[in-house]
């Protein structure tokens, strides 16, 4: 079998998809993308193909190894969101050619079922006791905010109590009936993160996310050591590389690779497997699309400390297309009481609506995040 064509597909909401073809007629589908840089990882994604057209898709070892080492230059997140997507559709064409799902081909099954929670609240994090109202009734129990608003380097402790009054609302009204995470998405700096972690601490939050930028890494093990509350990150570290710097100065208690920025399958398992050495959870970032989640789940399957599992259904960056929206067997993703089953379908397990895909494609979003800024003028982390 050889690969003959790549093609990519930017949809709403801010997705691309890529197809692979083989001359045996065997399709493998990819979600590589860099939230608001889809034109450029879509440009390094045809750059790579030529390491691949004409190639055995088989061998995605080698496959992977050309093209991470074979251009000198390696990792960040466009080159490796571009390799993210291939890895996926070539597991995808191994798991179709073998008439297996990708996570047998892994080794099967270490549970039955996998724990999925859902976003509330948005970029400003509002209405979140009327969408944990919602989301419950739909027998999700675990959820995920953001922290705060715009938050200066050094900000008032009133900014401090607003997060805090919130967090405080939401127990009042659950108690411990839900868990909760908390994102402070980068928003939070440095000077900010220990006031913040301590007021917050009494609410016992299940983790707080990037409690600081992936660029303030060597902060971790500080907060760490002065919080009870788990430390989450990883969806801005884009390999084991990456990885491998955090786990061995410690801090981090949840790892969140995303499977479409961090290398794909192939990566993200040895992330899992790295984790796993140092007693840290496996938790994969996913606000994308269904092959980024069906990709996620390939590992999380197969994986003994995958915990918990983002999912994008009702998340508030998908205007224009949702979840499932480019998906023909949704009810291989039903979610129930909170946990999803394998997708046991060959491949990835996901079949796509490729008219569907093919039609958005023609008019495609160019999603940005905003630009936030200070009150003085200053841009603000979003
Ligand atoms: O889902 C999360 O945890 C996020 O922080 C969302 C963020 O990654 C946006 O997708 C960036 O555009
Ligand atoms: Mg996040």
Known sequence: MRITKLTTYRVPPRWMFLKIETDEGVVGWGEPVIEGRARTVEAAVHELSDYLVGQDPSRINDLWQVMYRAGFYRGGPIL?????????????????????????????????????YSWVGGDRPADIIRDIKRLREGGFDTFKMNGTEELGIVDSARKVDEAVARIAEI???????????IDFHGRVAAPMAKPLLKALEPYRPLFVEEPVLAEQAEYYPRLAEQTAIPLAAGERMFSRFDFKRVFQAGGIS???PDLSHAGGI?????????????DVA????????????ASC?????VSHNAVLQEQSMGIHYNKGAELLDF??????????????????????????????????????????????????GSVAEW
């Open 80 to 116: 490796m969101s571009a390799i993210a997507g291939i890895d996926q559709a070539l597991w995808d064409i191994k798991g179709k050619v073998m008439n297996q799902p990708v996570y047998e081909l892994l080794g099967g099954l270490v549970r039955d079922k996998m724990k999925v």
């Open 171 to 181: 127990r009042a009204a659950f108690g411990h009936d839900i868990e909760f995470g």
């Open 254 to 256: 949840i790892v969140q």
């Open 266 to 278: 192939t990566e993200c398992f040895k992330i899992a497997g790295m984790a796993e050495a140092h």
């Open 282 to 293: 496996f938790a994969p970032h996913c606000p994308l699309g269904p092959v980024a989640l």
């Open 297 to 301: 789940l390939a590992v999380d399957f």
């Open 327 to 376: 998906v023909k067997n949704k009810d291989d993703f039903r979610i129930e009481d909170g946990f999803i089953n394998p997708l046991r379908k060959p491949g990835l397990g996901v079949e796509i609506d490729e008219e569907r895909v093919v039609e958005a494609s023609k008019n495609p979003p160019d999603w940005r995040n905003p630009v936030w800024r200070h009150a003085d």
